[in-house]
């Protein structure tokens, strides 16, 4: 019940929150924006579905192996301490996993939303301005990674790679990179 009302907040504040109030002066703009809007949200709400999905999937699993326990712990004397501690552990282990993929979701939703709120939810994180090319330009900042400016952007690390003649992974903090359109 708790994940269903969760996926209602985030639709809903996806869905009507997340429009920027003001309207830009270029319809083509407008148009590109709620294009990348649009994207995200299905992402968005794709991720939320695997994440419901994953939560459905390790719930049966955390009450299979709980079954499993019950049995060993009413078998009595003849159940192994040892046969009990790895269940125990098992069940431990998956919720375990279970609660970090719910983190790691709703990390990102958090990210998500906080873009799509933001006034400049089209532009680049870094403000960058756009380059001769007609793309947009991207300082890196500490943490990033090739796959982190990839999404934000939403393009592909191999078309990040080649905009930029890069021939690994490899960028540094302070590096321009071309974010090709």
Not at 42 to 51: F, H, P
Not at 116 to 142: D, F, I, M, R
Request: aromatic share 2%.
């Amino acid at each position: 019940m708790k994940h269903t009302v969760w996926l209602w907040i985030v639709t809903f504040s996806l869905t009507y929150l997340a429009v920027p109030a003001t309207v830009p002066a270029e319809p083509q703009t407008v148009a590109e924006q709620l294009s990348i809007l649009d994207e995200r949200l299905s992402k968005l709400r794709a991720d939320v579905d695997a994440l419901q999905f994953n939560q459905q999937q390790i719930q049966q699993d955390i009450k299979q192996l709980q079954g499993q326990l019950d049995e060993v712990r009413r078998a009595g004397p003849s159940a192994s301490a040892n046969d009990i501690q790895t269940l125990e552990a098992r069940i431990r282990a998956i919720d375990a996993a279970r609660e970090n993929d719910k983190k790691v979701i709703l990390d990102q939703l958090a990210k998500e939303l906080a873009a799509l709120g933001s006034p400049h939810s089209g532009a680049p994180a870094s403000g960058s301005p756009p380059t001769a090319a007609g793309g947009n330009e991207h300082v890196v900042q500490k943490g990033e990674t090739l796959t982190s400016i990839a999404k934000i952007h939403g393009v592909t690390v191999a078309e990040l790679r080649k905009a930029n003649n890069l021939t690994s992974d490899e960028i540094r903090v302070g590096q321009k990179l071309v974010i090709p359109k």
